[in-house]
């Protein structure tokens, strides 16, 4: 890790001092009607939205509606050209990317690791932005924390790239974890997972957002952004098409429109809280029936 601390020390100069915890209920992050174009076609448009300590915000919608792109301007890893992100109040792109590292921590939906580090090394990388600082203390409990949460104690030796696709993504995010910022950043982090792993990643975004962490997750999975999100988000042609609570947000008529497929939304027979499956007793044939 001595080596990793050196050369991102070398790169970005001397590390400023610890940022402000934030309060629950406090901005973190804000978008501020941004536009993301890609081939001169916009794949955002105009977005706005805040993101608060304290809460799990899940962005749901369709494939390209723009999830993905709006986590990475959040995370100041994509370019706008129109609007502004802002970080704790400031406008991102006047920090500096140690700054951004100790504010936020990014899990992307690809892991890869260039040379043969190890999976605990993986996870110590978390642990850059805190060099010379108090926390530098906390550097190994903080990783060990952090794979005790993400069930990858019993490969900490192994080379992360003999790992499989699965246990690559809980090691990556036992990175995010080990890294300890108010406001954590996860781009469908239960994609590679089997169903244990997935209700397991969404408990650990649960347990951040109450110990006061604002915690953003790009999901496919409705069914579990209904069990674990304070908020949700949906996504449409890059507009955001619904904000608001499990409850409100999870409609059918929103969500046959949006997915383009027939959608029912039921309540479980135990807990009470929404299912949503898709109307697999719908003809695909007749979509559009259902939707006009």
């Known amino acids: 890790m001595s080596s ?19 309060a629950i209920g406090e901005v973190t992050l804000s978008a501020v009607g941004i536009t993301v174009e890609r081939g001169g076609r916009p794949v955002l448009d105009g977005v706005s939205m805040d993101i608060r300590a304290g809460e799990v915000t899940v962005l749901v919608g369709p494939n390209g509606a723009g999830k993905s792109t709006l986590l990475a301007a959040l995370a100041g890893d994509q370019a706008v050209v129109a609007g502004r992100v802002e970080v704790d109040g400031d406008e991102l792109s006047t920090c500096t ?4 590292a100790r504010r936020r921590a990014v899990l992307p939906q690809k892991h890869t690791i260039g040379f043969s580090f190890t999976a605990q090394q993986v996870v110590s990388m978390g642990r850059a932005p805190w060099t010379g600082t108090h926390r530098e203390d906390q550097d190994s409990a903080a990783v060990a924390d952090a794979m005790t ?64 962490a604002a915690v953003v997750v790009v999901l496919h999975d409705l069914a579990l952004a209904a069990a674990y999100a304070d908020r949700i988000v949906v996504l449409e042609n890059g507009h955001i098409a619904a904000d608001g609570s499990p409850r409100e947000v999870l409609r059918e008529a929103l969500l046959t429109r949006v997915y383009g497929y027939p959608i029912e939304v039921v309540d479980h027979p135990r807990t009470g809280a929404s299912l949503v499956i898709p109307r697999r007793d719908a003809d695909p044939h007749h979509v559009e029936q259902h939707i006009s």
């Not at 990317?97 to 951004?100: A, H, L, T």
């Open 4 to 22: 990793l601390i050196r050369s991102w020390r070398e790169k970005f100069g001397r590390i400023p001092p610890d940022p402000v915890q934030p």
């Open 97 to 100: 990317p140690v700054q951004m």
């Open 149 to 212: 949460i993400c069930d990858v104690t019993k490969f900490a030796h192994r080379p992360f790239a003999a790992l499989s696709g699965g246990e690559q993504a809980r090691v990556a995010l036992a990175r995010v974890l080990a890294q300890d910022t108010s406001t954590v950043l996860l781009d469908e982090p239960t994609a590679a997972l089997d169903l244990g792993h997935q209700e397991a990643v969404m408990a650990v975004a649960r347990d951040r957002a109450a110990a006061g």
